[in-house]
């Protein structure tokens, strides 16, 4: 490969600090149900409703700590 005519992009890190929980499948049944309670019925959601899943636990991206995202394999 030549690295003719290759100009590097500069990149920078933006670092956040979040809070996150464990995956729902890492929790005990009983918390589990309390949260499947807490959201409600899924059919019935609105565009601003926050789940436990997406907004709460296990967040996204590359992170130097945090929890495991079981969503492929299960823990």
């Not at 409703?49 to 394999?73: E, N, Q």
């Amino acid at each position: 490969m030549s690295s003719e005519g290759y100009v590097p992009v500069a990149c920078a890190l933006d670092p956040e600090q979040v809070v996150e929980h464990p995956d729902i499948e890492a929790l005990p049944e009983d918390l589990h149900e309390r949260i499947d309670a807490w959201e409600g019925d899924e059919d019935n959601l609105d565009e601003d409703a926050v789940l436990y899943w997406s907004d709460l636990s296990t967040a996204p991206g590359w992170k130097a700590a945090g929890f495991a995202r079981w969503h492929g394999t299960g823990p």
